[in-house]
């Protein structure tokens, strides 16, 4: 929970990505996800959440998206309902098996973005590239 990146401040409220990712993982389909605050022009940030889903789930991606996206809302409040969630192979972590948060907010937000020297496969940012593109608000 010391992550400088762990709080986001929507609309004044100051919410937890770490609370929120901890009801995701909650969810009996989800093998590990990450939720972070991207730039919106009404709210300031807004949370948007990415979730690997575990090998053999047979319900439709709509379906369980829609199954999350309540689970938090339902726990947490509406004030912190997810703007997007989407369900990618992998998300991109260091060597040392950390998500790279900041790296997946560059690239919804259209910055450059920056590498890092540790990260264990930097193929997957090219497959989540097309998928973040254009999400801001």
């Known amino acids: 929970m010391g ?13 937890s990505t770490g609370e929120m990712e901890e009801v995701l993982s909650g969810h009996s389909a989800v093998a590990e996800c990450a939720v972070i605050g991207i730039n919106d022009t009404l709210k300031g940030q807004v949370p948007f ?49 950390k998500i790279l948060r900041k790296t997946l ?10 590498i890092p ?6 193929q997957v940012l090219a497959e989540l590239t097309p998928r973040l593109t254009g999400i801001t608000s």
């Open 117 to 122: 020297s540790t990260i264990d496969d930097p």
């Open 49 to 97: 959440g990415l979730v690997v889903i575990k090998n053999g789930i047979t319900e439709s991606d709509e379906s369980l998206i829609a199954d999350l996206k309540g689970k938090v809302r339902a726990e947490i409040g509406a004030i912190a309902s997810l703007k997007g969630l989407i369900i990618v192979e992998r998300l991109p972590k260091t060597r040392s098996g």
């Open 105 to 114: 907010r560059q690239m919804i937000d259209g910055q450059h973005i920056d």
């Open 3 to 15: 992550r400088t990146d762990d709080v986001i401040n929507v609309a004044g409220h100051r919410l």
